[in-house]
């Protein structure tokens, strides 16, 4: 699958073509677009999917690079990324720029209405279920301020695009993975106020059994079950205290 960047780097044509956001690409989504490809093939046509990213600001659930991820193995042949919501205007855009030999708009399978109910409640058992994958980011390795060393608990801080949806504060039972090896953990997504008063997010995450220097490494991260919500702590031997019990849940989950 060859991924591409806007309209005026295609060279081939005719193609059989589908229209959409492609953002939850849950399972209902993830058929329809199967379904596409299998057509495509059967009339000997190469398959590309128009995947509109949506307009500066808007937050979604999977990136274009994300996209290009989950369709790597789908059979399909081009993803075709462009700038911009997925309007009348817009589709008639493309269709006048490439030679399509058909088109199939796949908007209808574009509503997020599940997943934002399961997003908002934190319930990402549910996101699973939905999407048969649970709900993933993906980002570089920033420093922290090194505080969680000072407990003998170091965390990894994870930096994702602007337009990627971060999860609810709260603690979470969590998998990374880091060059192709998988380790769990906990992570704690929100302000720390029992560290300081900074109103600043951040994605922190405590890993099992890991203690290698992985700074500005692109890594992975799944998100699983609510294990608590973010608390305020009186003194650091707390939240040591706490997070100790924050890892014995997340143990027992994953078992």
């Known amino acids: 699958m060859k991924h591409i960047y806007g309209i005026e780097h295609i060279a081939h044509s005719p193609l059989r073509a589908a229209f959409g956001r492609f953002d939850g690409m849950d399972k209902k989504h993830r058929e329809a677009v199967e379904s596409f490809i299998a057509q495509a093939r059967s009339e000997a046509l190469p398959s590309a999917l128009i995947s509109f990213a949506g307009t500066e ?49 796949l908007s209808a399978f574009d509503n997020t209405e599940e997943l934002d109910r399961c997003f908002e409640a934190r319930d990402f058992l549910s996101f699973l279920q939905l999407c048969g994958r649970p709900y993933s980011m993906s980002g570089t390795v920033m420093h922290g301020k090194g505080r969680g060393k000072t407990v003998g608990m170091p965390t990894i801080n994870l930096s994702i695009p602007p337009n990627k949806k ?33 109103s600043a997010v951040t994605i922190e995450t405590f890993l099992f059994d ?12 799944d ?4 294990i608590r919500n973010v608390m305020k702590f009186d003194g650091l031997e707390a939240v040591k205290a706490q997070v100790q019990k924050d890892i014995i849940s997340a143990r027992n989950f994953f078992g």
């Open 166 to 198: 971060r999860p609810p504060e709260g603690v979470y039972a969590t998998i990374t993975h880091i060059d192709g090896k998988t380790y769990k953990g906990v992570t704690n997504i929100g302000r720390r106020p029992s560290v300081d008063n900074e």
């Open 210 to 221: 890991f203690s290698e220097d992985i700074y500005g490494q692109k890594i992975g991260l």
């Open 57 to 105: 600001g808007t937050a979604v659930y999977t990136t274009e690079e994300e996209k290009e991820k989950l369709l790597q193995t789908s059979g399909l042949d081009f993803l075709i990324s462009l700038e911009g919501g997925n309007t009348e205007e817009n589709r008639t855009l493309v269709k006048r720029r490439l030679q399509l030999a058909s088109f199939t708009d």
């Open 223 to 226: 998100i699983y079950t609510l």
